[in-house]
């Protein structure tokens, strides 16, 4: 017997435990089954379950479930990332407490130390998945940095270094000072600061009474300065291009050159050129052949390029140096205060990065687009929603080389080996490269290894093909690439999936995946992003334990839209609590009530009109359900599927046959205990994907057995489907019991409306039926009658009684004799005054909708929670509108 209430914990478990050692959840290379493979976008090691994974898992658990059921051989490859600075930071935190850092130890034994933590700590969140109910192939789980991808990303690196699309190259990068790094562009965070926007006056050469005037928000780099840039078409400076000024304090003489860059109604209108330390000073120092001089270190000190008295200076502390001496020279022209965006590194966000100038390794990322570009253009790729296709090309068409080197120690060690005269090894091994000096040489040399690593998105480029087993071409790799569907965050678009693209193409001569699903983000109810600094944060633990790991599960997909980010309420969580505690109740009204489940029972013998009605909802749901998870619709599939339990099944199936089920017709109790317990286990297949334990614990039950074995589970079963024997013998049952709930819910809806009391028992006349709705209202009239409220329920053709409130059904019209129950003048009131406070609520909004400052200042989320508002307001109106109307015509 079931208990009175589910308690997720307990169940949760039980059943995963059993799954989990059963191997269920494994695919199988010598299956005959047709294959599917989602690979599984590996969450760093350092990192805990937050609500972005439990959006991203459960979508990708949902579908791995379904495709199961539906017979496919399901690989959803699991894994985690060694996220190189992530976890550098990390144990390099760790040491400090211990007063040491990673210097003190030397490289091999700080990686002894992070290979220590990730076996103590990395596995977090692979243990927290599992509470999600997660169903990868444990069996395979890859980690980024274990032998298997390692040598893939050997191969992957020296293959491209042969064919010239990787190369060292001396350029500006986002350095990070702190952690002596380069970090790519997409992982800076642009922060706005309030700072100043310095105007400073440099003497122009050979004419003591003339200056020209530059602005800038960084001093400190003014002693690399090669440069000044004026427009061409600013007629201000146009006599002194090609002249040159005096660089303060340096005293070094710089040209004046004429470029587009320059913005004359920008500052002065003229910009000071620093090549080594800004991007866009950079391309101009190309285009116009400046030296490029780099003042600054690795710690963002000056270094031996700035005069004496600077050097070894923090940048910072340099700055205010350069100020006062500019001030003393006076040639300082102003100072306004100014708002400007200045980078710093994602993971901390307290250390401002440095463009700085140093020798790096690259990836011929343009061309590695084309073909990239060109499988999304000819559809072999396709981006769900279609929208983030242009996404996709914009970034893909302005794609920079790659900076693929970072000067860590935690990472990919890039296989590239230095002999004494400078003369570069790239090799898969070290005895290979020793190999290829010797015969360079034709001797031995002692060669060094390159201490730098790869940037952590090289090795997750590789991660389709190389968690298979490439570059051995295992049988995985043969049948399990391409994958299918991946389903990720649009934040790694750039990151991960476009690099995936180019890998993928370039080393296995397709594309990795078929369908990219990509959904938004996860953010409070309020629509503000999720941040600790705003207290807003939900861990997704703390909701399974208080709600369920089912509600939290349905609510994610529940709330799953195609391109509109999830609005996280704790709210909608309970609400599907509720869901599930409905699904158990109706579960303990099935067994209670002897409506078991008979493995052999056949859906197309039922004759009794409401049972095979059922029926043929349950197909329609199971059809619509499929048809939505197919499209990547969750949201629907999770409506379809609560709209069908709640309603057609709990609230109306179970109360139409309450009065068959303790009746004294044998034969229609039996047919319907069996139906009721057939299509109660039905629906418990096609909630499972999404509801796995409560379901699974319900199905046990249906069985009559308290502990299943694999041959039972849900999740071995195949998705519903239905002959169409038996889905035309329902057609003319839907259409009757259809009918049935619309003249029901339109009677509760005019009660509801016109204020009827709960208990008054009021008349319904249909007028003008045909002799078909004439037969459904005399074959249902006890249904009608108990459900309605109602007194009577028959046809007339007499004129409407005085105080008759009116509705339609299809070619009938419903009459309510009300004017005994309900005072019409004292309705009318409340329903005007109800119609009066909604106006002026809408006045309300619009005044602020209206307001241009609002609509400027606000932010997007309390705009959008205002017209959310007034629709909510109109459609209020529009019913008691409706009402009011209906009263005044009584």
């Not at 379904?66 to 390099?92: C, N, S, Y």
């Not at 003497?203 to 400190?220: M, N």
């Not at 599927?641 to 229609?668: M, N, Q, R, S």
């Not at 205002?866 to 629709?871: D, F, G, K, M, N």
Request: proline share 5%; hydrophobic share 40%; aromatic share 10%.
């Amino acid at each position: 017997m079931l208990d009175k209430t589910f308690e997720s914990k307990d169940v949760e478990k039980k059943h995963y435990e059993s799954w989990e050692k059963s191997g269920v959840f494994a695919a199988d290379v010598n299956s005959n089954k047709a294959p599917y493979t989602i690979p599984m976008p590996p969450p760093n090691v350092t990192g805990s379950l937050h609500m972005g994974h439990a959006l991203t898992m459960t979508l990708q658990d949902i579908l791995t479930r379904f495709k199961r059921m539906e017979g496919k051989d399901v690989l959803w490859q699991p894994g985690t990332d060694h996220a190189g600075i992530a976890t550098q930071m990390v144990v390099e935190r760790l040491l400090e407490k211990e007063g040491k850092n990673r210097h003190d130890l030397g490289r091999d034994a700080f990686l002894k130390r992070v290979w220590e933590w990730k076996e103590e700590s990395g596995n977090t969140i692979t243990s927290q998945l599992r509470r999600l109910g997660a169903t990868p192939d444990w069996e395979r789980e890859r980690f980024t940095m274990d032998e298997g991808l390692n040598k893939a990303v050997r191969k992957v690196f020296v293959q491209l270094h042969k064919e010239k699309l990787i190369y060292r190259d001396k350029r500006l990068v986002n350095w990070d000072p702190k952690l002596h790094t380069a970090v790519s562009d997409l992982e800076v965070e642009q922060i706005e600061i309030k700072g100043n926007l310095w105007y400073f006056r440099y003497p122009i050469q050979g004419d003591k009474e003339r200056f020209i005037t530059i602005a800038t928000t960084r001093p400190e780099t003014m002693m690399g300065d090669t440069a000044i840039a004026v427009h061409p078409e600013d007629e201000r400076y146009k006599d002194l291009v090609g002249k040159f000024a005096v660089l303060p304090i340096v005293g070094r003489v710089i040209p004046i050159v004429a470029d587009d860059y320059a913005d004359p109604t920008k500052g002065s209108g003229a910009v000071k050129i620093t090549p080594a330390h800004d991007f866009n000073d950079f391309e101009v120092g190309k285009r116009h052949n400046l030296p490029i001089i780099s003042v600054f270190d690795k710690d963002a000190k000056l270094n031996d390029e700035a005069p004496e008295e600077y050097r070894g200076l923090d940048r910072f502390v340099a700055r205010k140096k350069i100020l006062a001496e500019m001030e003393a020279l006076e040639l300082i022209e102003k100072i306004e205060p100014h708002v400007h965006a200045v980078p710093h590194d994602e993971k901390s966000k307290s250390v401002i990065l440095e463009p700085f100038l140093t020798d790096q390794w690259y990836c011929d990322a343009v061309t590695l687009a084309k073909p990239a570009i060109k499988a999304v253009e000819e559809g072999r790729t396709q981006f769900v929603p279609a929208n983030w296709t242009k996404t996709y090309y914009e970034w893909m068409h302005n794609i920079q080389p790659w900076c693929i080197s970072r000067q860590l120690w935690w990472g990919h060690q890039i296989p590239a080996w230095y002999a004494p005269d400078g003369t570069t090894f790239v090799a898969e091994t070290e005895e290979e490269a020793y190999a290829e000096a010797r015969a360079k040489f034709g001797k031995d040399v002692t060669l060094t290894r390159d201490p730098d690593v790869l940037d952590t998105w090289f090795s997750s480029a590789l991660w389709p093909f190389s968690t298979l087993g490439w570059p051995e071409q295992t049988a995985e790799v043969k049948r399990y690439y391409p994958s299918e569907t991946l389903i990720t965050g649009f934040d790694i678009i750039f990151f991960w999936v476009a690099r995936m693209m180019m890998m993928g193409i370039h080393f296995m001569g397709d594309v990795p995946f078929r369908k990219v699903y990509i959904h938004a983000l996860v953010r409070d109810e309020k629509g503000q992003k999720m941040s600790k600094t705003k207290g807003n944060v939900v861990d997704p633990l703390d909701v399974i334990d208080q709600f369920g790991a089912d509600a939290l599960r349905f609510t994610m997909a529940a709330l799953a839209a195609q391109g509109r980010d999830v609005k996280w309420s704790n709210t909608r969580a309970e609400g599907y609590r509720n869901f599930a505690t409905k699904l158990w109740n109706a579960s303990r009204f099935c067994e209670m009530n002897g409506c078991t489940l008979k493995l052999d029972f056949n859906p197309g013998s039922v004759k009794q009109t409401v049972n095979q009605w059922i029926i043929g909802e349950l197909a329609a749901t199971s059809k619509k359900v499929a048809d939505s998870l197919n499209a990547f619709r969750y949201n629907d599939a999770a409506m379809h599927l609560y709209h069908f339990t709640w309603g057609t099944f709990c609230d109306w199936y179970i109360e139409f046959t309450k009065p068959l089920i303790t009746g004294t017709d044998e034969a229609v109790k039996l047919e319907t205990q069996d139906t009721t317990g057939w299509v109660l286990d039905q629906l418990l297949v096609l909630l499972n994907p999404f509801m796995p334990y409560i379901t699974e614990e319900l199905h046990a039950h249906l069985l009559g057995k308290e502990t299943t074995d694999q041959a039972d589970w849900l999740q071995n079963k195949s998705w519903p489907e239905f002959s169409s024997d038996v889905t035309s013998k329902s057609v003319k049952a839907q259409e009757e019991m259809n009918w049935v709930i619309r003249l029901i819910t339109e009677i509760r809806s005019v009660r509801s409306d016109m204020g009827v009391p709960d208990g008054a028992k009021i008349k319904l006349l249909l007028k003008d039926a045909n002799a078909v709705t004439v037969q459904r209202l005399q074959t249902h009239n006890n249904i009608i009658r108990t459900r309605a409220r109602l007194e009577t329920a028959e046809t007339s053709e007499a004129a409407p009684p005085k105080g008759s409130v009116q509705a339609v059904i299809d070619e009938a019209s419903i009459i309510l004799p009300l004017g005994d129950v309900v005072d019409f003048a004292k309705e009318a009131a409340r329903l005007s005054k109800q119609i009066d406070k909604v106006d002026q609520d809408i006045k309300k909004i619009d005044q602020k909708l209206g307001n241009e400052a609002f609509i400027a200042k606000a932010p997007q989320e309390v705009v959008d929670e205002q017209r959310e508002a007034r629709a909510e307001a109109e459609n209020i109106k529009a019913k008691l509108s409706l009402a009011l109307k209906q009263i005044q015509a009584a």
